[in-house]
């Protein structure tokens, strides 16, 4: 085996070399003063970018040989499911100090997010009151403020002074450097929420001043179960930076960060979008085959069947197919348009469903209002499908058949679609990944039926 190439420091930035491979050869070489140096140099995203290109055991064993404040914000560059991954594998104390550079909430998300066994090895290397802490904030659900929410924020008694709070944020400026500190909070001795206050107001205020003197009586909270459409909906109407999280005794726990939340609220969407698509979990290219099946295979084999069943009302009406050819070329127009309906109202109630403005008990309504929607467009486009079929083949009958199949086809997709997601959530199902198969399958059941059915009857004044 030979000697590893020397690295020429003063030729990495400009040379073309991907950073990736230099990392990797730095590594090979077990050289630390050159790999500091390249480190020094190299931007954050770029790093994070080389790490992941990494081979899985340099990816583990850089990691371990950056400071753990660097590599907490590389984890911060990186897909979660990747950050996952590298937690299951580093070990326990390079986990814990990694993670020990996070915030509270991120801290849960991933330990939550780990083998109890490999999150109990992490968690034992934590003081014990952060691990009980953390083993706390870890029950909540993702999708709850509880799980939303730091537990790093300010707290004062009522009876504290601006003095008591000012020598306090000096004492602990380092600790607090991590803080949110634009809003202080104000608790009683029992620590429920008393108040709040911006802190360019307790700046202002006399040394000797209490703080519930001049606190903001009566503040905006959330209970720690709230899920995310009450806070979406408490954002969209106040413009704050964050909002107290407190229990049914009114405690303070923590706070829930604007930013934090929007970021999340994007991560669902996406995640309701891969799913609704036939990704079952969150992927990336760089993961093994046979995990990458797993998670695309299901939905494929699914939709066989069920396009099978689709197809099976064509094969009941060969006959119609073989004497009128050209409603072979409306069969896919007629289901694909109506299909798109549907979807456009799976997406309206998959949306509702998330901000809380719609029930799965609303189904009526839904129906109602779709059905009406759904007519209207479904007339517009039997008319515009009708015109072009009596312009191409010259028989008026075929473009009534064509149409009126259109029409109440796209009428029974609005209609489906706007109320599956409803009837699938009050099932305790999943209508992300449930709605999209069975909306398809049967509204192409729906549109051939309907086609090959006006024709069957029609058929002598389509063949004249």
Partial sequence: MGMPTPVDLDTLDNGPEPSWEVLDRLLDQADDKALQAYLEELPLGELAFAVSHLKEADQLSML????????????????????????????????????????????????????????????????????????????????????????????????????????????????YNRYPSQYLFVVDDQRRLSGVMRMRDLLLKPMGARLDSFMQ???????????????????????????????????????VIR??????WGEKQDEDYMRSQGVMEEELRSMPLLRRMRGRLPWLTANIFLSIVAASVIAMNQDILAELIALAVFLPIVSGVSGNAGFQAVAVSMRELSLGVVRPEEVGRVVLKEMGLG??????????????????????????????????NTMFSAVLG?????????????????SGPILTTLTDMAGFFLVLSLAAFLMTRLAS
């Fill in 418 to 434: 706007g109320c599956m997601p409803l009837m699938l959530k009050k099932m305790k199902l999943d209508p992300a990944v449930a």
């Fill in 259 to 264: 930013s934090d939340f929007m970021e999340a």
């Fill in 375 to 408: 007519l209207a467009n479904g007339l517009i486009l039997g008319l515009v499908l009708s015109g072009l079929a009596w312009f191409w083949q010259g028989n008026l009958w075929l473009g009534l058949v064509v149409g009126t199949a259109m029409a109440v």
């Fill in 64 to 175: 371990e040989r950056l400071p753990p404040d660097l590599a907490a914000q590389v984890l911060d560059e990186v897909p979660y499911i990747q950050v996952t991954e590298w937690l299951d594998d580093l070990k326990p104390q390079s986990a814990a100090a990694i993670l020990e550079e996070l915030p509270s909430d991120e801290q849960a998300d991933l330990i939550g997010d780990l083998e109890e066994k490999d999150a109990e090895a992490i968690l034992d290397e934590f003081e014990p009151e952060q691990a009980e802490s953390l083993r706390e904030l870890v029950r909540y659900d993702d999708e709850e403020a509880g799980g939303l929410m730091i537990t790093e924020f300010l707290a004062y008694p009522a009876w504290y002074t601006v003095q008591n709070v000012v020598e306090d944020l000096r004492e602990n400026a380092e600790e």
């Fill in 217 to 255: 009586d009566d503040p905006h909270y959330v209970n720690h179960h709230d899920g995310m459409d009450v806070l979406d909906d408490f954002f969209d109407r106040f413009p704050l930076l964050g909002v107290p999280v407190l229990n049914q005794q009114q405690h303070l726990l923590g706070i």
